[in-house]
């Protein structure tokens, strides 16, 4: 197996270009385990860990975050946890403290696995993903970004740069389920993130379907529902709640597997809609957003 | 750091000790068997098998031969010896012959200059399999249609000999007895794996006799070398064994793993061989705890004294023999668990199938009925309107009792006092809703409740175990004491064949040592096989046999330093000890000093010791005098569940245990925490999921074992009644607390949701039953 270890962004996509089946490789949570236990056997792996620039996250003029493919779980727990809050808690539910201090949003995505933490919140907010090559570069709206179990929208030549998230624009939330409390893989997950300023709810849905999703139906619903009650002060309505979690469990196309039954999964997330609908909108009108 | 602690490596019985290897592993100096290197070494890989059951038609290894960087690739007919090992009886094939019966069964072997070599032309192996349908069903498997019911189930044979491994039955009293009211319940246990963190692993020296060394970490170095001479047919001279680092046990290094293939590798290639394990192999290559299906009746007073109990249990013992029949003795045996029943009928059944094989883990048989009888006496005591632990009390066995095999209770058994003490230790605090802290909660930072659905139980078991081997077998274990003075000083090497594999052996044989010569500096010298047999570490045994074995050539040295220091002297002096290296006198003071006394000629004694016999049981009614001694543990679990989402937090899991003497409590501590939390991880997420034979989860992605956020707070409590038979009074720690911990989780459990719960693990959607749908 070969190893190219690219010291800039520019050689890193020559190497792409010349070696299309080169497998990228950032922090190595997930690679490095497929490769222990003999899952996978690339021909080559891209190393990125020497690209600075792609460790970095900064502010675009349209008030979004970029976030370099590099960047570390860690760093937006300790960095982002304001501007981008769903994100963060995501984060936080990411394995061990030696994980996160490796594994990246950028790694999250090259792998789209139907569990990755990062996905449910990026759904929520309408993430872009930045991907280049040495052609060029382009922006890919994250729901169109996965493709299939495991497989993204990128072309073989391509490597992911950065993932463009704006920032929170009101209460997020993120909830997952695993069956221990601690350094699992999620059964399944969900995100929701409020914005104030557009009056729109955005969700995502992980380990419940082929790909990461959202729940398209659900956030009309909610979003529709919603209009005459953001200037008001006071709790959601129970059976508004209600209808938005079985729109949630709608969306999602579950299976039976080794981590759950399809049954769970699909009550589950009436659950975690539910509540993290309730705790997101309760702080937006607790907090005295709802005044602004 | 503005402070330093002292560590000291001093310390005698009944104190906490420092762990010899205790600085090595915390700084990760420790050399484990996956550490072994030598020059020019080879690495070994395995191809097994990925059918549970397959005829083999043929074994193509050229492919593997051409590859380049490959020194050998051996199948079935390099094994120069008798193709079979297992523990009690060797049924399992070194390579795979005509058949295959487990998925994961090795076929053929490869030795290649690189790991990644080895690997890849283990890949290209051609193996023509012809799959069968495999036999997954223990039940079925031992031709049962139901419930102790024979019948015609179809299900072919795994061996040519039949699929019952064993079936032991106990019958004690009336077997017609009447009774008020009668509990029946049916449990299920999964597959449990030790899920030791060092992976199997271990290097094999060829040498100039023609013999070979193997350095390894396993649990018993005796039992792997007579099974290796067999296979390699080779005399015990021949085959050499050291142990290797070991990094965790819980009997899954009970069976061999890689330990003939490694020689065969080593003897063939005339080099040095390793094989190390990957996470994935390791699951498919040992022996786990076997998954069993339970029927239990209880017949009751309507003032809560059981008057009978039924239990037909089923263990599947997959695919070959391992330890399967002594499980089945000891299910069979402690199957009512610590209580008191006059009218008893057990029949314990072990099987053959194509899942994997099942053997040795801490508990050891009893873990698995513990989950049932536990359960049914929280129902007894629902029925009755009765506190849990009140009717565990009235019906407790005690010092007196007779066993369900009528073996008498000879020492304490407090099973009541447990049971009282740990009622009355202090409760957690109600969760505090104004203070929110995810990590309190059920799912944790995965932020899944602020308290909604959460409701909290409290549960109780108690359960008891075996200590030592049982049934007639000859268990003992040899230690060699030497002491003699170095540079001016007294020092003393103890040398046994006894595994340490984490729990503290070595600690515990360094304390002997200090209080019975009196001396400091004390040695440990490898553990191998110039040595006699120093008898398996499993069965919580090794302090009680080994630990007796070097207090009783301690002994032989001390009596023998007393000659000398009399001859010296002059003449006898009566009462005589040891301290700080010197002979002294209360009547006369110092006699001398080891120094002086033992200059240039230094006292050994070596001493095989054993523990009171046992006595096989009668076929028929289970009756013997079976076992050495019971070590007795309750638990007090506090859980909080979120009911809507079936996620568990246990808030306390609070632990009394009889140890007889704690010889080292810290030590002792370490076991029940950590056998504790074993026993969590069974009753909340631990089992490896097949189907039809085929594992589903050898990850540990998927196969989730308890971390921290999952280990509760625990109140441990540690009573000494010292047992007159065994060295200092004390009794085996290791296991008991691992038995109790699970049932007492799903004591609260129940208490918590109101569910039957009768399926352990315990999943999520178990626990929605009522709530959410």
């Known amino acids: 197996m070969e190893f190219l270890t690219p010291e800039s962004w520019d050689e890193a996509l020559t190497a792409k270009a010349l070696s299309p089946d080169a497998l990228p490789l950032a922090g190595g949570t997930d690679v490095m385990v497929e490769l222990n236990l003999t899952a996978r056997r690339p021909p080559l792996l891209l190393d990125l860990t020497r690209i600075p620039e792609l460790t970095t996250w900064s502010l675009t003029d349209d008030g979004r975050i970029r976030l370099g493919a590099g960047v570390t779980y860690r760093q937006v727990i300790e960095e982002l946890n304001d501007e981008l809050p769903g994100l963060a808690m995501a984060a936080r539910t990411v394995g061990s403290p030696q994980i ?9 995505l090259g792998a789209a696995s139907p569990a990755g933490d990062c996905h449910p919140p990026l759904l929520a907010v309408g993430a872009e993903v930045e991907v280049a090559s040495v052609v060029g570069s382009r922006l890919i709206p994250i729901d169109e970004f996965f493709t299939g179990v495991k497989r993204n929208a990128l072309s073989p030549e391509e490597l992911i740069a950065a993932v463009i998230v704006p920032t929170a624009r009101g209460p997020q939330q993120f909830s997952k389920i695993g069956t221990r409390n601690a350094m699992v893989i999620a059964v399944c997950s969900f995100a929701i993130a409020l914005d104030a300023h557009h009056q729109t709810v955005g969700t995502g849905i992980g380990s419940a379907a082929p790909t990461p999703i959202r729940a398209h139906g659900a956030e009309r619903m909610l979003t529709h529902a919603l209009k005459s009650l953001w200037q008001r002060r006071g709790p959601l309505p129970e059976d508004l709640v209600q209808q938005f979690a079985l729109n949630v469990a709608t969306a999602a196309k579950p299976i039976d597997d080794v981590r759950g039954t399809a049954a769970y999964r699909q009550h589950a997330l009436t659950v975690m809609a539910r509540r993290t609908l309730t705790w997101a909108w309760d702080e937006y009108w607790s907090t005295g957003e709802a005044a602004a | 750091m503005t402070t330093t602690q002292t560590i000291t490596h001093t310390g005698r019985i009944g104190d906490s000790a420092q762990r010899p290897d205790g600085t090595l592993k915390v700084t990760g100096q420790f050399a484990y068997s996956s550490d072994l290197w030598m020059d020019g070494m080879l690495w070994g890989a395995t191809l097994r098998s990925p059918h549970p059951s397959a005829r083999i038609r043929s074994v193509d290894i050229g492919p593997a031969l051409a590859v380049p960087g490959v020194h050998a690739v051996l199948t079935k007919d390099d094994v120069p010896g008798l193709n079979a090992y297992g523990l009690d009886h060797a049924d399992q094939p070194v390579l795979a012959a005509d058949v295959v019966r487990y998925q994961g069964e090795p076929v053929a072997l490869v030795a290649a200059d690189h790991p990644e070599t080895a690997r890849l032309a283990a890949e290209r192996i051609v193996v023509d399999y012809e799959p069968l349908p495999p036999v997954t069903d223990a039940m079925l498997a031992v031709g049962h249609i139901s419930w102790d019911t024979p019948g015609q189930t179809g299900v072919p044979r795994v061996h040519p000999e039949g ?11 009336d077997p017609d007895p009447q009774a008020d009211v009668v509990i029946t319940g049916e449990y299920e246990v999964g597959m449990q794996d030790q899920a030791f963190l ?11 006799d023609g013999g070979v060394d193997l350095y390894v970490a396993t649990q018993w170095l005796h039992v792997d070398q007579r099974q290796i001479c067999i296979a390699l047919g080779l005399g015990p001279e021949k085959v050499r064994l050291t142990l290797a680092g070991v990094g965790g046990a819980f009997g899954g290094r009970e069976d061999l793993s890689m330990h003939v293939h490694a020689c065969l590798l080593a003897l063939h290639t005339g080099k040095p061989v390793k094989i190390v394990y990957n996470r994935t192999e390791s699951f498919l290559g040992h022996v786990h705890r076997h998954p069993a299906r339970m029927r239990y009746q209880h017949g009751v007073l309507r003032d809560g004294t059981i008057v009978y109990v039924r239990a037909s249990i089923y263990l599947d013992g997959g695919a070959y023999t391992s330890s399967t ?3 089945v003795a000891n299910a069979g045996t402690m199957g009512i668990g610590p209580y008191d029943v006059p009218n008893v009928r057990v029949d314990c059944y072990g099987a053959f199938t194509n899942n994997p094989p099942c053997g040795a883990m801490r508990g050891f048989g009893t873990v698995q009925a513990a989950f049932a009888y536990e359960a049914q006496l929280d129902r007894i005591a629902a029925e009755l309107g009765l506190d849990p632990v009140d009717i565990r009390c009235r019906n407790a066995m005690r010092e007196g009792s007779r066993m369900t095999t009528g073996q008498l209770v000879d020492s304490a058994a407090p099973v009541d006092e447990l049971l009282r003490r740990v009622q009355a230790l202090p409760l957690p605090p109600p969760v505090d809703p104004t203070q929110l802290d995810l990590r309190e909660q059920p799912g944790g930072v995965s932020n899944t409740t602020h308290g909604e659905g959460v409701r909290r139980g409290v549960g109780y ?13 000859d268990d003992y274990s040899t230690a060699r004491v030497r002491l003699e003075v170095v540079g001016g000083e007294p020092v003393v090497t103890v040398h046994t064949a006894a595994a340490e594999v984490g729990q503290g052996l070595t600690t515990v044989i360094q304390q002997i040592v200090r209080t019975e010569l009196g001396v400091e500096n004390v040695v440990l010298a490898p553990a191998d096989t110039q040595i006699g047999n120093g008898g398996s570490t499993s069965a919580s045994r090794q302090t009680y046999v080994t630990g007796g074995a070097v207090k009783a050539a301690c002994e032989l040295v001390r009596g023998e330093v007393f000659d000398i220091a009399q001859t010296c002297y002059g003449r006898a002096v009566r009462d005589l000890h040891l301290v700080d290296g010197k002979v002294i006198s209360p009547a006369e003071g110092g006699i001398g000093s080891l120094a002086d006394l033992l200059i240039g000629t230094p006292v050994e004694r070596t001493i095989e010791w054993r523990h009171r016999p046992t006595y096989p049981l009668d ?4 009756r013997a005098d079976a076992h050495v001694q019971y070590a007795f543990a309750a638990h007090r679990a506090v859980v909080d569940v979120d009911t809507e989402l079936g996620l568990v937090k246990v808030v306390a899991l609070d632990c009394v245990q009889d140890v007889g003497k704690a010889i080292n409590p810290q030590a002792v501590r370490g076991q029940i925490y950590g056998g504790a939390l074993q026993g969590l991880g069974l009753a909340l997420m631990e089992e490896i999921v097949t189907t ?3 594992v589903r989860n050898a990850s540990f992605t998927d196969y989730l074992i308890p971390t921290v956020l999952d280990a509760p707070p625990m109140q441990v409590e540690i009573l000494e009644y010292a047992d007159p038979h065994a060295p200092y009074g004390l009794r085996g720690v290791g296991e008991p607390p691992t038995i109790s911990a699970g049932p007492a989780i799903l004591a609260a459990l129940r208490n918590a949701t109101g569910l039957p719960l009768t399926r352990i693990p315990v999943r999520p959607e178990h626990l929605i039953g009522s709530v959410g749908r």
């Open chain 1, 100 to 108: 996160r201090n490796r594994g990246t949003v950028g790694g999250n």
């Open chain 2, 163 to 173: 699929n019952l491994v064993r079936h032991v039955k106990i019958r004690k009293g």
């Open chain 2, 198 to 208: 060092g992976p199997e692993s271990g290097l094999a020296v060829p040498a100039e």
């Open chain 2, 325 to 327: 029949p002594a499980v």
């Open chain 2, 461 to 473: 078991a108690v359960a008891f175990k075996n200590v030592g081997f049982s049934e007639g077998f």
């Open chain 2, 619 to 622: 076929p028929e009614t289970g």
């Open chain 2, 692 to 694: 039809d034979g085929i």
